[in-house]
């Protein structure tokens, strides 16, 4: 050690307690490096050793999947039915290499063709009216057939279908039966008679000239916050209320009523374009604002049409 080292030694103010803390702090950080280096160098497995700490593992647990859940909804052979039976009430037994003589045998392999004359014309249109699901893969579907003369013919006829709804065969000739029977109407809401020029049958009126004819704008008629657009291209070239009934007294009032009093109302009309005249009917909720009524929206039974949002 050189004179001027030495000297520098022996002058040297004695290590504090801090000094002496801080000292060893340095010396594990470098313990510490020189550990890890080592770790590394002796593979992955002791450096995983050398940098763990006491710590509390916390195992990540598995994202739960989804369950779905399959629903089995039989698929109803209406319109398979429908096809069918059109095709077979044009065939004739003799002329199995026609069009709808090959439909109907495709979809019923089974069934016998019917023996007409060819002066049996077909059917001018063919529509299911109902469909009865009597096992789990064999249903009954009855169908309409109407012909040019106005007469209408029912048939019952039998489809099975395999067990996932994806095909379907007639499995036997349909059955001539009787139609559905008539149901009794809903005794109608609407009881109280509105005054023909009346300010609701005005605004009414009014309102469906815009709607139906182009008569103005649909919106001047239409409470805030509603919106509704016309039918379009216009069908009519008028509209005419014949007769209003309410199912509030409200409606029946001379004058307008308080603002924010609702009413509903069926107006009959008659609408006329060059084809003829057309006698037509609306069920339309209207709310009394400002001395005037305003549609709140156009139903027909218990659906909106057209769009109408209050």
Not at 116 to 133: F, H, I, M
Not at 163 to 178: K, L, W, Y
Not at 216 to 245: H, K
């Amino acid at each position: 050690m050189s004179p001027a080292i030495q000297a520098a030694q022996e002058h040297a103010a004695p290590p504090t307690a801090a000094g002496a803390r801080l000292q060893q702090m340095r010396r594990r950080v470098r313990l510490g490096r020189l550990g890890v280096w080592a770790a590394v160098a002796a593979g992955p497995v002791a450096l995983a050793v050398a940098v763990a700490t006491p710590s509390t593992v916390v195992q990540a647990a598995s994202a739960a999947k989804p369950t779905s859940v399959k629903s089995t909804v039989p698929a109803d052979p209406s319109g398979y039915a429908v096809v069918f039976l059109d095709a077979w009430l044009r065939s004739r037994a003799g002329a199995e290499t026609t069009a709808q003589a090959r439909l109907a045998q495709s979809m019923a392999p089974d069934v016998d063709l019917p023996e007409v004359s060819d002066a049996q014309a077909g059917p001018e249109s063919v529509v299911a009216v109902r469909s009865a699901q009597q096992t789990a893969t064999a249903w009954s579907v009855t169908v309409a057939a109407q012909y040019a003369d106005g007469s209408l013919r029912y048939f019952a006829v039998p489809v099975v279908t395999d067990s996932h709804g994806a095909s379907f065969t007639v499995s036997a000739a349909p059955g001539s039966v009787a139609g559905p029977a008539r149901a009794k109407g809903a005794q109608s809401p609407y009881s109280v008679a509105v005054p023909t020029g009346s300010e609701i049958s005005t605004a009414a009126g009014e309102f469906l000239a815009a709607y139906l004819a182009g008569a103005g704008e649909v919106d001047r008629y239409l409470a805030p916050g509603v919106s509704l657009s016309p039918v379009a291209p216009a069908p009519y070239q008028t509209v005419t209320v014949r007769q209003m009934l309410a199912a509030n007294q409200e409606a029946a009032a001379e004058s307008v009523p308080a603002d924010g009093t609702r009413v509903r109302v069926m107006a009959e009309v008659e609408a006329r374009n060059r084809a003829g005249r057309w006698p037509l009917a609306y069920e339309l909720t209207l709310t009394a604002r400002s001395g005037r009524w305003e549609v709140a929206s156009l139903e027909s039974g218990t659906a909106q049409l057209g769009g109408a949002r209050s």
